[in-house]
């Protein structure tokens, strides 16, 4: 494909498709990190082209001010909506590498998430391990597992006994010792 290919094909398909495929990657975020959380990755794959051949569909329907245009042009429904699909799928790989901050845990930081993953969720994991390997480097008393329980019984919001917060953190503090022999 020529570049005066790529650009026409810009200039065909429009502004609103650009503008659909960025609500549309909004969307499948949104719908990634709460419906979709624990999801197949397969299924997700498809999401932006199901929800852009929606937005499409709602946008065409409008803009003829019929809901039987969906119908009779179903072909260029679809055509469009797989392209608003394609460029929300875009600009989120487009956001993963030029924008969006990657992890900045160390060694010992994704360790301690490693263990804790499971107790704490997910939204706060790294926060929580940044916090108690920080406790934990700061340490000078020698009772760094006790630090390390009222870390993780803050972050786990009451889903996790006291005994398994008393053996995670001991475990936690094994692992890191052995980590840095």
Not at 55 to 70: D, E, H, M, W
Request: charged residues 20%.
């Amino acid at each position: 494909m020529t570049f005066i290919e790529i650009i026409d094909t810009f200039t065909f398909y429009g502004v609103d498709v650009a503008l659909l495929a960025m609500l549309t990657a909004a969307a499948t975020q949104l719908l990634k990190m709460t419906l979709f959380k624990n999801a197949k990755k397969k299924l997700v794959t498809f999401l932006p082209f199901m929800i852009g051949t929606l937005f499409y569909a709602v946008y065409a329907a409008v803009r003829n001010l019929s809901f039987f245009y969906i119908f009779e042009e179903y072909t260029a429904v679809l055509e469009h909506g797989i392209s608003v699909g394609a460029a929300a799928t875009l600009y989120y790989v487009l956001y993963e590498q030029f924008v969006r901050e990657k992890s900045s845990l160390s060694a010992t930081e994704k360790v301690i998430s490693t263990l804790i993953s499971g107790y704490v969720p997910a939204d706060s994991l790294e926060k929580a391990a940044k916090t108690i390997a920080e406790a934990l480097e700061r340490d000078v008393t020698g009772d760094g597992a006790s630090r390390a329980e009222e870390i993780i019984a803050n972050f786990s919001n009451g889903d996790i006994t006291e005994n398994d917060i008393k053996l995670l953190s001991k475990l936690i503090i094994e692992t890191i010792a052995n980590l840095t022999r």
